[in-house]
């Protein structure tokens, strides 16, 4: 049975009431709106809805479909479309699980939609966005849209990832009045850099000091570093064969030795990969970033590590991400000692004095303790070998005294680590 008049005005009357709140949430300002990206309804239909629309499933349902229903009034079909597809469905479900399923669902979404700026070589998008970071996004969300409705994109071809690839990086590269006359890209990385560099505490500020006016400068054309990590992928090539206990051949630890000696000081030299804990930190670096592929016993390049051989760009990216380390607390004492070194060549134990105050302001163990000495030199020393692997650390003696200094490739390698740092993409405020 269909329903009745009263019923018909009661429906129409409680989905004007939705309306109205649909658009007093959505354009309050009175915007048209035709001005609603389809970016901006999904951010709506996957996050805000869910998240804020304090009802139940269905409630939330309605509210998409009227959503719908004014965005179809308006010639909106992709954003309309948006609202009754079911990927919205789903992530409100996922919702009404659980925040985590809801997150889940919410990513996984974000991510398929093709009107999401995909991360590319010259900006990965952080999770936490300055303002121009935050407009170049919106900016670029309308302009993929703009694209897939004009036939420019489209989606359901395999060319598609590609070739939206390619129009990102073209715009964000391209001078916009709305970034005044610069790139995109130079506005979102001179605010992450402004940011990074007014970060806490005052003592981290004072040591990035030396370091800052080389960072506002034009980054230019990469130095050819880390040749140890070239020299190891060159010997690695096609492939060699792993000892039994998957160590590297006992020739190419002679060859790493003989153009290397002062790995190895001692003795007459290294027998195994396990004598000489360099190369093999340099092999474990190969491995954690997928520069090379073992099948059985042999180790051969990746495609990744086929390309890093002749592109030292990307090679020295890697190198420098190597060095920074992982955790924060590594990659705090890295900054801190990039900084020093920077300035000036230290002694080891100064090095260690300088940069502790910093770490400890800003760092404690699980447990609450505080931060030791004991732990910046411990940070440090990871650090310091990492450097000399790379060959980006020069130091005149081995001992507590000795001089450390940053080597002809260690001074472009280190200002590209800091790049890394200043202009990353900000996870956390």
């Known amino acids: 049975m269909g329903r009745s008049a009263a019923e018909v005005t ?45 009802a139940d499933t269905s409630e939330q349902q309605r509210a998409a479909a009227v959503l719908a229903d004014l965005l179809t009034g308006v010639g909106r079909v992709r954003a309309a479309a948006v609202c009754t597809s079911a990927t919205t469905a789903q992530v409100l479900a996922a919702w009404q699980r659980s925040e985590a399923a809801g997150f889940a669902a919410y990513r996984k979404a974000a991510a398929a939609s093709p009107t999401t700026p995909p991360d590319v070589p010259e900006l990965s998008w952080g999770q936490v966005m300055g303002i121009q970071e935050a407009l170049a996004r919106t900016n670029l969300e309308r302009r993929l849209e703009q694209a897939l409705d004009e036939g420019e994109l489209n989606p359901d071809v395999r060319a598609f990832p590609a070739a939206r690839r390619r129009l990102v990086q073209h715009w964000l590269t391209t001078a916009q009045s709305a970034f005044e006359g610069r ?21 981290r500020r004072a040591l990035l000091a030396a370091v800052l006016p080389a960072l506002e400068e034009s980054a230019a054309a990469p130095v050819d570093t880390a040749e140890p990590l070239r020299w190891l992928l060159e010997q690695i090539g096609d492939g060699v064969t792993l000892t039994q206990a998957g160590y590297l051949p006992r020739e190419l630890v002679a060859a790493a030795f003989a153009r290397y000696p002062h790995w190895y000081p001692i003795g007459k030299g ?41 592109d030292h760009q990307l090679r020295q990216h890697t190198a420098a991400l190597a060095w920074l380390g992982t955790t924060a607390a590594e990659r705090q004492v890295a900054e801190s000692a990039l900084c020093v070194l920077w300035a000036e060549p230290r002694l080891r134990e100064d090095l260690r004095d300088v940069v502790h105050p910093v770490l400890a302001l800003g760092f404690t163990h699980g447990d609450g303790t505080a931060m030791e000495a004991k732990d910046t030199e411990r940070l ?21 005294d000795a001089l450390i200094s940053l080597s002809a490739t260690g001074r472009p390698a280190a200002l590209a680590a800091l790049r890394l740092l200043a202009e990353g993409p900000r996870d956390h405020i």
């Open 10 to 54: 009661v429906a129409l009357t409680a989905d004007k009431a939705m309306a109205q709140r649909l658009l007093g949430r959505l354009v309050p300002d009175g915007d048209p709106l035709v001005a609603l990206s389809a970016a901006e309804v999904e951010r709506f239909c996957w996050y805000e809805l869910p998240r804020t629309w304090h």
């Open 380 to 400: 440090l020393w990871r650090f310091w070998h990492t450097g000399r692997e790379l060959g980006y650390l020069d130091e005149r003696e081995r001992s507590i």
């Open 270 to 310: 290294p027998r195994s990969e396990a004598d000489l804990f360099q190369l093999a930190h340099l092999h474990e670096l190969a491995r954690t970033h997928r520069l090379v592929t073992k099948r059985h016993r042999t180790l051969k390049l990746s495609p990744v590590g086929r390309t890093q051989l002749t």
């Open 183 to 203: 790139t995109p890209l130079e506005a979102v990385r001179r605010e992450r850099r402004e940011s990074w560099a007014e970060a806490p505490p005052a003592e």
